[in-house]
């Protein structure tokens, strides 16, 4: 189980087709998508990270589960009344779809804005929850 590929994955195949961009820990900057003629937006990226990983351990002594909590922060160059925002809101509606379609997750914390920064970006953080089994044959 490597959550942060999961993640990775779901994230490319819902954002790389309106030209959005999304990676681990920290912005990445591009200049095209590989096999791909869409266009990159400079506009909007997407960071997310693993808050959390708490191993529910048994008799064993073994890890049996793992309860991952990961944040996405969607990060967007405009104001909220901007008529491009709801594109905005509707890609975060298709990132949380995406992401419960895996039923290994839940969603833990719904959307919330990320407190200004000197970033000229604003930001809407989600939540999520992987709660799956580890095998240690793999």
Same mark, same amino acid.
Request: overall charge negative; hydrophobic content about 35%; proline content about 4%.
């Given at each position: 189980?490597?959550?942060?590929?999961?993640?990775?994955?779901? &994230?490319?195949?819902?954002?790389?087709?309106?030209?959005?961009l999304?990676?681990?820990? =920290?912005?990445?900057?591009?200049?095209?998508?590989?096999? $791909?003629?869409?266009?990159?937006?400079?506009?909007? %990226?997407?960071?997310?990270?693993i808050? $959390?990983? =708490?191993p529910?351990? %048994?008799? #064993?002594?073994n890890?049996?589960?793992? =309860?991952? @909590?990961?944040?996405?922060? %969607?990060y @967007?160059?405009?104001?909220?009344?901007?008529?491009? @925002? $709801?594109?905005?809101?509707? =890609? &975060?509606?298709?990132?949380?779809?995406?992401?419960?379609?895996?039923?290994?997750f839940?969603?833990?914390?719904?959307?919330?804005?990320?407190? #200004?920064?000197?970033?000229? @970006?604003?930001g809407?953080?989600?939540?999520?929850?992987?709660?799956?089994?580890?095998? %240690?044959g793999k």
């Amino acid at each position: 189980m490597n959550v942060t590929a999961i993640m990775q994955q779901i &994230l490319d195949e819902t954002l790389l087709p309106f030209g959005v961009l999304s990676n681990h820990l =920290r912005r990445v900057e591009a200049d095209n998508i590989a096999n $791909s003629q869409v266009k990159v937006n400079g506009d909007e %990226y997407v960071v997310y990270k693993i808050v $959390s990983n =708490r191993p529910k351990t %048994y008799g #064993d002594g073994n890890a049996k589960t793992r =309860r991952v @909590y990961i944040d996405v922060n %969607y990060y @967007y160059l405009y104001e909220k009344h901007d008529p491009r @925002y $709801s594109g905005v809101d509707e =890609r &975060l509606k298709a990132i949380k779809r995406a992401v419960l379609q895996d039923p290994h997750f839940a969603l833990a914390n719904d959307e919330s804005d990320i407190p #200004d920064s000197n970033n000229p @970006y604003r930001g809407v953080n989600i939540e999520f929850v992987y709660i799956g089994t580890v095998d %240690y044959g793999k």
